[in-house]
Nanobody, 117 residues
Framework: VQLVESGGGLVQVGGSLRLSCAAS????????MGWYRQAPGKQRESVAD????????YYLDSVKGRFTISRDNAKNTIYLQMDSLKPEDTAVYYC???????????WGQGTQVTVSS
């Protein structure tokens, strides 16, 4: 599977962005997908996760109520709607696909999100 993210950019505090991750390849229904982020000098952390059936299964505590993950299996695309953005949300956001059989992870190239105060 290959992943291509889009939708990052520069936004002011309180603004919104929607990230997209287009997946290509076979057997996508066997992948659990999610979003991670990595801020400068920090470890990569899981932000949100969604099952292969399209049910959100995890949100990082600091984004609960502000971010929404969704999945369109017909388009092989997942989304991350980010509202009420804060400066601490600034990071490179990565799309991730985890094969449910092999547990192998695949990463996208990342997209920069910068929230200015």
């Amino acid at each position: 599977v290959q992943l291509v993210e889009s939708g990052g950019g520069l936004v002011q505090v309180g603004g919104s962005l929607r990230l997209s991750c287009a997946a290509s390849g076979s057997g996508l229904k066997f992948y659990r997908m999610g979003w991670y982020r990595q801020a400068p000098g920090k470890q990569r952390e899981s932000v949100a996760d969604i099952t292969n059936a399209g049910s959100p299964s995890y949100y990082l505590d600091s984004v609960k109520g502000r971010f929404t993950i969704s999945r369109d299996n017909a388009k092989n695309t997942i989304y991350l709607q980010m509202d009420s953005l804060k400066p601490e949300d600034t990071a490179v956001y990565y799309c991730n696909a985890r094969n449910l059989v092999s547990n192998q992870h695949t990463w996208g190239q990342g997209t920069q999100v910068t929230v200015s105060s």
